[in-house]
């Protein structure tokens, strides 16, 4: 019976320094890679200006998108004013049965 308690509490206080090790930071030690060559840095700088240079010749799309605008009428069709009665309602006699 002291066995199973002793081997239950060890499970459990490790069980709970489990989730610590999710909180450690990543530490990279190792450099990110080999410096880049003054070849491959002109290369990628020629690629950067490639790239805004197309950029730039793209218009801007300031026009309304709308595809349902030549469906649809110019001036949506005025509604009437609902027509009002001046006649005194009678009340309900009975009882109702809802």
């Known amino acids: 019976m002291k066995k199973l308690i002793v081997m239950m509490s060890v499970a459990l206080l490790t069980g709970s320094a489990v989730p610590a090790l999710a909180q450690t930071p990543n530490i ?4 990110d890679g080999p410096s880049k060559t ?4 002109e ?3 020629a690629r950067d200006k490639a790239y805004k240079d197309t950029m730039r010749k793209i218009p ?3 026009a309304n ?9 110019v001036e949506q069709p005025k ?5 009002k009665t001046t006649a005194a309602k009678k009340p309900k006699t009975g ?3 809802n």
């Open 79 to 83: 509604a009437t004013p609902p027509v």
């Open 95 to 97: 009882a109702s049965t």
């Open 43 to 45: 290369a990628e700088a």
């Open 65 to 73: 998108s709308d595809p349902w605008g030549n469906v649809r009428t």
């Open 60 to 62: 801007d799309a300031k």
């Open 38 to 41: 003054p070849e491959e840095k």
């Open 28 to 31: 990279n030690l190792l450099a």
